[in-house]
């Protein structure tokens, strides 16, 4: 299809703008009626005119019905451009080949977007011109294709599959209204249109129906399936078809919305711009480029932002602006003005002015350079808002992000600092000193939080006093102190330093009983590994002087000791996570201690005592790797395969013989606590055809301190599957004795200290025989553990214990060492 468009206007700067805007199209230009005429004569295959009627000497109306009575241009199509023409007049024009009326002066994109639909509508009707074979593929491809809506309705007409009388839809139509094509045939056009616009489209449509006109377009509001609402500008138009009877129509839709919202910012900002630079927090300008930026316009706002009238900033009357910016802004404004300007770009700084009154004040200049035709600047334009109540808000938002409730730099801060310093070298040679007062959380439990915070904020004002220049305070948590000093002289400078810190600190706690630690990091060339791993060491640090608990001594200095004991958790972490995950389980190996009946001296059960076999480590003992698996919760995974092998050495005791001997199994408090821990056991036991009698779990009594009730509940439902518990090493931890009648448990493990003390048989300072006596009384049998010499066997015999385990026996052994020496025992007792 021909891109050729007629423009009859003699407005020089109408005719650049539109060929400007229409760059897609040959615009062909005449400036009266004779010289369109000779361009129409000349070019065959204008499709478009575009007519401005408000040209000199041009009746327009006269010049339509010439060309309306033409037969080579009686088809040509017209777009009208008029400030004066009335309504009756586009209406009488429209039956002589008229199709739009744009107002002058007019919105280029909106008269982008009407040619561009009347171009689109007129290749649609040229297509559909076309034989049926040819109009289905080429109009099924424009159709389903073209960007913008197009709905085509059909009556009594079989050459289309698909579209025969009823509505059509194409893909474009049916998203810019976000409904489905069925969802647009039920409510149909009428239905899917703002009321408040539904009667004059109606109007249109029928004068389009009654043939009284070819075509009609407007913009109007239709409804969206969510309920918004959007403008879109509609061409409706007669579709007349070889052999084709009946009324047929098709409309082109395209979305508008945001141009029309734009427009109508634009009308109404013309309409209110006084309102708003009367309201403006700040003032509009209009200024020279030189460096007294000599004002040629100031708005109202000038007095409430630079305490002066707006004629004292004109042409430097009283001051000049310059004179306002505050000193230290004045190069650097006019600095970055110039690279906006060489580069066109647009202006935005923020800065500080100093009123008329002497107030400083935080403002943000927005403006952009105004060149000529010669690329000359004309002048400046913009508007200076006054910004102080926002930087006063930044600045708390900043204070908030880098500073702890105390009002001590935090952790935040601390970071940015190390970062500061990290990247320019001179981190080297500092050291960063922990204080660590997390026991304090005890307080918060016994006397609330708000004792407990005074308390830390007394703590933090007398720390702060022990702060210079070169260390500076941080409170990296609600009750972790970090001490950042740089260039220190030696070790023993910052050991010096560490027994001011806790002598303030002790002064503080001593009261309450409450233990703290302070852990050192020195950071070296060496050293230096990030400063999240730096942060990690002094948090390590100060917990091992926590540790310590010895408050003459708990300032640990960080070393390759602790770097030691770190990389060893680290890497058993890693191989424990492995076998929790079940690979590598054979690594977890289990060693076996007798279990000797006083009365016959018979072995009556093992106990089962987990080693780890770590492959970069060797063997690790249980007090090493398990409160490493308790911390990561793998102890729940690696308990059930420390059950699953027990349970296979069950197996192989029977299988020699052994039916009257049991295994004790070592249970962690956080596989008790675990939902799932009784079936599990429970599940094992039978997968391993494994009876409950041959079993029972020793549990630690120091967890009965805590959430008593919930683990007698799991005791009890082991109680109820035949397994029997036992409490180990009794006496150390559990202070209530009065409970301990309630614990469903069924035997009892004097803890080794009590053994160690027995001197001779009569001793009267041990109070093991009251134990013995005491489980007894409670139907409780008693187990001795840690017996190593013959007369703490005949003590305990005496006072009748019921079983010893311990050297005296032997030592824990692998599994075919403990099944010969069951044998060897056998034949001993026999002899």
Request: proline content about 2%.
């Amino acid at each position: 299809m021909s891109t050729d468009i007629l423009l009859v206007s003699d407005s020089a700067s109408d005719q650049q703008n539109i060929q400007k805007i229409l760059n897609d199209y040959n615009v062909l230009i005449a400036t009266n009626e004779p010289e369109a005429m000779r361009v129409l004569e000349a070019n065959k295959t204008v499709f478009l005119m575009l007519l401005d009627m408000d040209i000199p000497d041009l009746d327009g109306i006269s010049f339509l019905q010439t060309l309306k009575a033409s037969e080579k241009h009686n088809n040509l199509h017209t777009i009208v451009l008029s400030e004066r023409e009335g309504l009756g007049r586009v209406i009488a024009g429209l039956k002589l080949g008229i199709v739009d009326y744009v107002r002058i002066p007019f919105d280029s994109y909106c008269l982008k977007v009407r040619i561009d639909a009347r171009t689109e509508l007129l290749k649609c009707q040229d297509l559909l011109q076309q034989s049926y074979e040819d109009a289905a593929i080429i109009f099924e491809t424009i159709y389903m294709q073209v960007p913008v809506g197009v709905s085509i309705f059909f009556t009594d007409f079989s050459g289309l599959d698909g579209i025969n009388g009823q509505y059509n839809y194409n893909p474009a139509y049916q998203r810019i209204l976000g409904r489905t094509e069925k969802e647009l045939r039920r409510l149909g056009w009428e239905g899917v249109t703002y009321p408040d616009d539904l009667e004059k489209d109606l109007e249109n449509f029928e004068k389009l129906k009654s043939g009284e006109i070819n075509s009609y377009s407007m913009e109007k509001r239709m409804l969206r399936a969510d309920g918004s609402l959007i403008w879109v500008h509609i061409l409706v138009a007669t579709i007349h078809l070889p052999e084709h009877r009946g009324f047929s129509y098709i409309t082109v839709l395209q979305d508008i919305d945001d141009q029309k919202t734009m427009t109508t910012s634009l009308i109404e900002s013309e309409r209110s711009k006084s309102v708003l630079l009367s309201n403006l927090n700040g003032m509009a300008y209009r200024c020279a480029y030189d460096p007294d930026w000599t004002m040629e316009f100031v708005s109202s706002g000038c007095h409430t932002l630079c305490g002066c009238e707006p004629e004292s900033l004109i042409d430097n009357k009283v001051f000049s602006f310059n004179d306002l910016i505050a000193p230290e802004y004045r190069k650097y404004l006019y600095k970055e003005w110039r690279a906006a300007l060489e580069s066109k770009a647009k202006f935005h700084s923020e800065y500080e002015i100093i009123d008329a009154d002497g107030n400083r004040k935080w403002v943000m200049e927005l403006g952009e350079g105004i060149f000529d035709e010669d690329d000359e600047i004309e002048a400046l334009e913009g508007i200076i808002i006054d910004i102080t109540d926002r930087k006063d808000a930044e600045d708390k938002l900043r204070y908030a992000s880098e500073h702890h409730w105390t009002g001590l730099y935090n952790l935040n801060h601390l970071e940015t600092v190390l970062a500061e310093d990290l990247s320019d070298g001179t981190v080297l040679d500092s050291a960063l000193i922990s204080v660590n007062l997390n026991s304090m959380y005890s307080l918060t439990v016994k006397y609330g939080m708000q004792y407990s915070q005074k308390l830390t904020a007394e703590i933090a004002a007398a720390l702060k006093k022990l702060t210079t220049g070169q260390r500076l305070l941080f409170a990296t948590a609600s009750h972790r102190f970090v001490f950042y000093v740089k260039e220190y002289k030696n070790k023993d400078e910052l050991a010096d330093f560490c027994e001011e810190i806790r002598v303030v600190v002790k002064s503080f706690l001593d009261m309450d009983r409450i233990t703290f630690g302070i852990g050192v990091y020195e950071i070296s060339e060496a050293a230096v590994d990030g400063i999240e791993g730096m942060l990690y060491s002094i948090r390590l640090a100060s917990e091992e002087a926590i540790a310590s608990k010895d408050e003459k001594n708990n300032i640990y200095f960080y070393d390759d000791k602790l770097e030691k004991r770190v990389f060893r958790g680290n890497l058993l972490r890693h191989e424990l996570a492995s076998v929790a995950e079940g690979e590598d389980q054979d690594r977890i190996i289990l060693q076996f201690q007798p279990i000797v009946n006083v009365s016959d001296n018979s072995i009556t059960g093992f106990e089962a005592l987990a080693r780890f076999e770590s492959k970069g480590l060797g063997r690790v003992p249980p007090l090493e790797f398990i409160p490493i698996a308790e911390e990561t919760k793998d102890i729940i995974s690696i308990g059930n395969v420390i059950i699953r092998k027990a349970c296979g050495f069950i197996k192989r005791l029977q299988a020699n013989g052994y039916h009257d001997v049991k295994v004790s199994i070592n249970i962690s408090p956080i596989q008790l606590i675990y939902e799932e821990f009784v079936d599990n056991a429970v599940g094992i036991l039978a997968e391993m055809n494994v009876k409950p009698y041959y079993i029972f779990f020793e549990i630690t009594e120091s967890v009965f301190s805590s959430k008593f009730e919930r683990i007698n509940a799991v005791l009890a439902q082991l109680r109820d599957h035949g397994i029997e518990s036992s409490i180990d090493d009794f006496g150390t931890a559990y202070s209530s004795l009065s409970r301990l009648t309630e614990l469903n448990v069924n035997h009892l493990k004097i803890d080794r200290p009590f053994i160690e003390k027995i001197k001779h048989v009569e001793a009267e300072d041990s109070i093991t025989n009251d134990i013995i006596s005491m489980a007894h009384k409670m139907g409780l049998s008693v187990v001795a553990e840690g017996v190593e010499k013959a007369h703490q066997f005949e003590y305990l015999k005496h006072y009748g214990c019921d079983k010893i385990q311990g050297y005296l026996i032997s030592m824990p052994m692998d599994e075919d060492d403990a099944i010969e020496f069951l044998k060897l025992w056998e034949k001993k007792e026999a002899m």
